[in-house]
């Protein structure tokens, strides 16, 4: 069977970068307008993995997607790290004088606030995505318009980069996992990193305990993230990543939080993308 890699936005995004960048640049792609749709179509049995954005060091974290994965039993058999770089793009010969209007998605816009503060002819309009944006220009060859998006984009839609590297913020990093709707069968020796959910009772301490157990299993806590419970006020799930380098310190450490916690779930256990 064919892995289909559904990826939220279109050909030419940072989604779509990433799918590349995991699974080779031969890779089928099921384009998808919002996470909920690429949940959807694993569920469905439409797409084999699903590629999904989950915190950036600017936005923070993409607390929704954390929910979708939850409650959708989903599960994480990978990570990826990215750069994110906006460059402006637009047909062939085109210089900024020429440009009119910037389509993009709102995010993209705003991270590139202070470069468009030196163009005020310039346009600003909201869309739906980076890609998708360059997509459309190519096919309509849309003189005037331009679009923020990834350099893939403008390799693969063959538009010319007027503005490299527009971005206000240059350290600007997403994390993406890879998910997919079965258990993983990631080896002992492809794991030293952990994503795990676990709720606790009101009990002073209680999370305290929790992360001592981890620092005593040698775990290296690398995000902690509080949800609201749905149904069950200010009761709060919590989203921890941990790394090691002992898969039998893992075990032990998931043993006896599985006796501490009222409820307690493996995300996924993969290899750390960290380089």
């Excluded at 690429?38 to 954005?53: K, N, P, R």
């Excluded at 998006?149 to 390799?155: G, S, V």
Aim: aromatic share 8%; with cysteine; charged share 25%.
């Amino acid at each position: 069977m064919n892995k289909i890699i559904a990826i939220q936005g279109a050909e030419g995004s940072n989604h779509h970068k990433v799918a590349r960048d995991f699974y080779g640049t031969a890779v089928q792609l099921k384009e998808c307008m919002s996470f909920d749709v690429l949940v959807d179509s694993l569920l469905d049995g439409s797409a084999t993995y699903g590629v999904m954005a989950l915190e950036n060091t600017i936005a923070g974290s993409i607390i929704p997607n954390y929910a979708l994965i939850d409650s959708n039993n989903l599960h994480i058999v990978g990570e990826e790290y990215l750069n994110i770089h906006h460059h402006l793009m637009a047909l062939p010969g085109q210089q900024i004088k020429d440009i009119k209007e910037v389509w993009s998605h709102p995010m993209a816009l705003l991270q590139c606030k202070e470069f468009f503060k030196k163009h005020p002819h310039i346009k600003l309009v909201e869309d739906v995505d980076t890609a998708e944006v360059a997509k459309r220009i190519a096919k309509g060859t849309l003189e005037g318009i331009a679009a923020i998006a990834p350099k893939i984009a403008a390799e693969i839609f063959d538009l010319e980069i007027i503005e490299d590297e527009i971005q206000t913020i240059k350290d600007n990093a997403t994390r993406f996992v890879i998910v997919q709707t079965h258990e993983p069968s990631n080896g002992i020796d492809q794991i030293n990193k952990s994503s795990l959910k676990f709720q606790l009772n009101h009990k002073r301490g209680g999370l305290a305990a929790i992360l001592n157990v981890l620092s005593d299993c040698k775990m290296n806590l690398t995000k902690i993230q509080s949800l609201p419970v749905i149904e069950k006020p200010w009761k709060y799930s919590f989203f921890v990543d941990v790394t090691f380098d002992e898969y039998e310190e893992y075990q032990k450490a998931v043993k006896i939080i599985e006796i501490m916690a009222e409820e307690f779930k493996i995300l996924g256990a993969y290899k750390n993308g960290r380089k």
